[in-house]
C-alpha cells in the first residue's frame, strides 16, 4: 500500500497521440502476425481486419487521453502511483470494450459475458506488458534528461579546473588532468587505472595508489563519485544507464566499457541524478 500511494515519478507524456499510434500498431502487428481469437480462420483480408482493430485502439488510446487521463491529471494532485494505476487499468478496459464490440461484429460472435471476460483477460495481459515496455522507455528517457541537465549545470563551471592524481611511488609522475576530461578511476591491486580524455581519445594511465587515497583527494568535487569499491566515476561524462535498483552499467563519453553501480551506491546515484 505505501508503494502505491507514493508519487508517481514521471510527468504526464508529453508523447501521447505518438504513443496511441504506436500501441494501434503493436495491435494491427499481433493480430496480423499471431492471429490470436480464433483470428487464423477468419476468409477475408487479415490485414486490413487487423488494421481496423488497430485504428479503433489508437482512437480509444487518443480520446480516452483527451477526456480523462490529461483532465485527472490537471485536477489531482500529487498523481499518485495508485492513480496512474487506475488511469492505465481504466484504459485498457475501454480498449476491450470497443474491440469486443468491433469483434463480435465481424466475426457474428454472440455477446455474452463470457466471451467478453476472456477476451477481457487477453486484453489485460497484452495491455500490461506494453504498459510495462510504456514505462520502461519513459524511465530511461527521464534518467537521460536529469543526466543531460546535470552535465549542463557543472560542466561549464569546471572548465577551467584541473585535478592531480598523485603516484605513491617515489619516483612516480603524478597526472594532472582538466576534471572534465576524467572518466572513471579503476583500483587494480596496488595501482589504480585513470581513464581520461586525451587528444581527443580516450585513455589509461596507472597510477601506484588506492581508491581510498584518490577518492579522499578529490572530496571536494561532488561530481567525483564513487560508484563501486572498485570504481569513482565523473558524473558529468555520464552518457547512458541502464539498470534497475538492483544496480546500473554506465557507459561515459566514448569509453567501451560498462562501468557497474553496485547495489550499495544505487540510492547515492539517484541523489546525483534527481
Avoid at 480498449?95 to 469486443?100: E, G, L, Y
Avoid at 539498470?243 to 557507459?251: A, D, E, I, P
Wanted: charged share 15%.
Amino acid at each position: 500500500m505505501s508503494f502505491l500511494t507514493r508519487t508517481y515519478p514521471f510527468k504526464q507524456s508529453e508523447h501521447w497521440l505518438r504513443y496511441s499510434i504506436a500501441y494501434g500498431v503493436i495491435i494491427w502487428a499481433i493480430l496480423w502476425l499471431l492471429q490470436p481469437f480464433g483470428f487464423s480462420i477468419y476468409s477475408g483480408n487479415k490485414c486490413l481486419v487487423a488494421a481496423v482493430f488497430g485504428l479503433v485502439t489508437s482512437c480509444c488510446c487518443i480520446l480516452y487521453g483527451w477526456a480523462v487521463s490529461k483532465r485527472l491529471h490537471q485536477v489531482v494532485k500529487p498523481w499518485r502511483i495508485w492513480h496512474e494505476a487506475s488511469v492505465v487499468l481504466g484504459l485498457i478496459i475501454f480498449i476491450a470494450v470497443c474491440n469486443f464490440w468491433l469483434f463480435s461484429f465481424i466475426f457474428h460472435y454472440p455477446i455474452t459475458i463470457g466471451i467478453f471476460l476472456l477476451f477481457l483477460y487477453w486484453t489485460i495481459i497484452i495491455g500490461l506488458i506494453i504498459t510495462v515496455l510504456t514505462i520502461g522507455a519513459e524511465y530511461n528517457r527521464s534518467l537521460k534528461y536529469r543526466m543531460e541537465a546535470l552535465l549542463n549545470k557543472t560542466t561549464e563551471e569546471q572548465e577551467d579546473i584541473s585535478i592531480t592524481i598523485h603516484d605513491t611511488n617515489v619516483r612516480g609522475n603524478d597526472l594532472t588532468i582538466p576534471i572534465n576530461n576524467l572518466f572513471y578511476i579503476e583500483a587494480q591491486k596496488n595501482n589504480i587505472s585513470v581513464c581520461y580524455l586525451k587528444d581527443g581519445k580516450p585513455t589509461s594511465m596507472e597510477i601506484h595508489t588506492t581508491l581510498t587515497a584518490v577518492t579522499e583527494e578529490l572530496k571536494a568535487y561532488e561530481n567525483i563519485f564513487q560508484c563501486h569499491r572498485s570504481f569513482v566515476v565523473n558524473v558529468n561524462n555520464i552518457t547512458s544507464a541502464k539498470g534497475n535498483s538492483n544496480g546500473y552499467q554506465l557507459t561515459l563519453g566514448p569509453c567501451t566499457n560498462s562501468i557497474p553501480v553496485s547495489r550499495s551506491y544505487v540510492p547515492q546515484l539517484k541523489s546525483f541524478i534527481a
